[in-house]
């Protein structure tokens, strides 16, 4: 099992960049898909963005394309989701999701992750 912690939210005016960590403890992270999801207030648990094993290949959810991007730092066994021109809709609890059996076509998906951090909150507002 593997622990994970976010890190780098909070209150940003629209138009600001941002950049969320998740470390990881417990063991290695590099053969693990990671992903990125948020939650709004009152609303389901959204994917936004993964990156998958040792490939380096990215997924991203359509409203996201060209904003996000993910990163993944085998050696700090910590990823990484910089957000730039921030807008009032990406107000959000941002989760880190992380699992080693996860398969190609179900990365989008929440259930495909066994470990979750506590998310961290991001707050886009003037």
């Known amino acids: 099992q593997v622990q994970l912690v976010e890190s780098g939210g909070g209150l940003v005016q629209p138009g600001g960049s941002l950049r969320l960590s998740c470390a990881a403890s417990?063991?290695?992270?590099?053969?693990?898909?990671m992903a990125w999801f948020r939650q709004a207030p009152g609303k389901e648990r959204e994917f936004v963005a993964s990156i998958f094993r040792n490939s380096g290949s990215t997924q991203y959810s359509d409203s996201v394309k060209g904003r996000f991007t993910i990163t993944k730092d085998n050696a700090k066994n910590t990823v990484y989701l910089q957000i730039n021109s921030l807008q009032p809709k990406y107000t959000a609890v941002y989760y880190c999701g992380a699992d080693d059996s996860a398969i190609w076509s179900a990365q989008n998906r929440a259930s495909a992750y066994a470990n979750w951090g506590q998310g961290t909150q991001v707050t886009v507002s003037s």
């Open positions: 417990g063991r290695r992270i590099s053969n693990d898909v």
